[in-house]
């Protein structure tokens, strides 16, 4: 077995499932030490089950609610206790609705939208770029979506959050880049057999808009592992001279 990453310590934000789940396991598989974080203790334990049964390294799992800033650095603060070192942090968490067009969400309900999308990874990196500044190094890699490139009908407030996601690592890539840590970001279309997927597929609406989009992924649709094996180069030397760039991986559905 491969095992570029041996010693090195990962964090994975939204790694209970999809490309979270994949990307911890492919680091595990790589040799890394992994703290798995998430709400759900239930589906902690079971993605921890995941990677050790793929890679015979079973990582840590702690509970958070990213959202929260005061949670986010205790999580930080454990899983810097956990591994020592945080040598790369992957964001990969997402709505919890499906798209829907602006004139059928509730005014009352767009803050909590917009917010559960833009503040996880932002919380995550806030809280664990003090480290790697100090130890200068370190790779971010957050997880957006092409809705942040291309304007939507259904992703008003999902693009607007995954647009932030953008700007602000991006911005914050030039920050730090002095210091040796890299940020990066995967901005995916359509995902294939992903939670997410489920959750568009669940409405009319959404499951009609992304059928025709994925008619238009002639090279496929993506899978967890595109995504996965993206955020594993981006972390790794080859990638080192890599730093506030988005990358799409969506089978062909758009350039942008």
């Known amino acids: 077995m491969s095992t570029p990453f041996a010693g090195s310590g990962v964090v994975v934000l939204g790694g209970t499932g999809g490309v979270g789940l994949e990307t911890a396991a492919r680091f595990a598989e790589s040799g890394a030490r992994v703290v798995i974080l998430g709400r759900n203790e239930e589906r902690g334990a079971t993605a921890c089950d995941t990677v050790e049964q793929r890679s015979g390294n079973r990582p840590h799992f702690v509970r958070v609610d990213?959202?929260?800033?005061?949670?986010?650095?205790?999580?930080?603060?454990?899983?810097?206790?956990?591994?020592?070192?945080?040598?790369?942090?992957?964001?990969?968490?997402?709505?919890?609705?499906?798209?829907?067009?602006?004139?059928?969400?509730?005014?009352?309900?767009?803050?909590?939208?917009?917010?559960?999308?833009?503040?996880?990874?932002?919380?995550?990196?806030?809280?664990?770029?003090?480290?790697?500044?100090?130890?200068?190094?370190?790779?971010?890699?957050?997880?957006?979506?092409?809705?942040?490139?291309?304007?939507?009908?259904?992703?008003?407030?999902?693009?607007?959050?995954?647009?932030?996601?953008?700007?602000?690592?991006?911005?914050?890539?030039?920050?730090?880049?002095?210091?040796?840590?890299?940020?990066?970001?995967?901005?995916?279309?359509?995902?294939?057999?992903?939670?997410?997927?489920?959750?568009?597929?669940?409405?009319?609406?959404s499951a009609r808009m992304f059928e025709k989009a994925a008619a238009l992924a002639h090279l496929g649709v993506a899978e967890a592992e595109d995504l996965a094996a993206m955020a594993v180069y981006l972390a790794s030397p080859a990638a080192r001279r890599i730093t506030g760039q988005a990358i799409s991986i969506n089978g062909g559905i758009s350039v942008a």
């Open 66 to 205: 990213a959202t929260d800033p005061a949670d986010a650095r205790r999580a930080a603060e454990a899983s810097l206790n956990i591994l020592r070192a945080v040598d790369v942090l992957v964001s990969a968490t997402g709505p919890s609705e499906p798209p829907r067009l602006l004139h059928t969400i509730p005014m009352e309900n767009i803050h909590d939208r917009i917010n559960e999308v833009m503040l996880p990874p932002l919380h995550m990196m806030h809280a664990l770029l003090p480290s790697m500044r100090e130890r200068r190094n370190g790779s971010i890699i957050n997880v957006a979506s092409d809705a942040a490139k291309l304007a939507t009908p259904g992703e008003t407030c999902i693009g607007a959050a995954m647009a932030a996601i953008v700007m602000f690592s991006k911005a914050a890539a030039l920050e730090v880049k002095r210091e040796g840590v890299r940020i990066n970001l995967l901005t995916p279309s359509l995902i294939a057999g992903t939670p997410g997927a489920d959750l568009i597929a669940g409405e009319e609406f």
